[in-house]
């Protein structure tokens, strides 16, 4: 499992630009790569906090961040969950 350790090293390679506007887009397009998932339809994902992925990281207490399955989406991403079968 990506964390998000690998976003941050990911966001800070890019030049140019406006480095807080670039951080922010970068690191979302990242954790679609990162996770090896295509970017999910707008129409179709899931409204929580996993933004379409199934998963959202949670920062655990020791500090580190893990990938935690999505409850409203039951880890499918979608919705409607019904929509993985
Ligand atoms: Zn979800």
Redo the contacts with the bound molecule.
């Keep these: 499992m990506a964390n998000l350790d690998t976003f941050d090293h990911q966001s800070t390679n890019s030049t140019g630009g406006s480095h807080e506007e670039r951080k922010m887009t970068i690191e979302w397009i990242d954790r679609y790569m990162a996770l090896g998932i295509p970017y999910p339809d707008p129409k179709t994902m899931?409204k929580?906090?996993?933004e379409?992925t199934?998963v959202y990281p949670h920062r655990q207490p020791d500090g580190d961040f893990k990938f935690v399955k999505?409850e409203?989406?039951d880890g499918t991403?979608y919705a409607d969950k019904r929509r993985r079968e």
Excluded: L, S
Aim: aromatic letters at 0%.
């Design positions: 899931c929580g906090q996993c379409g199934g999505c409203d989406c991403g």
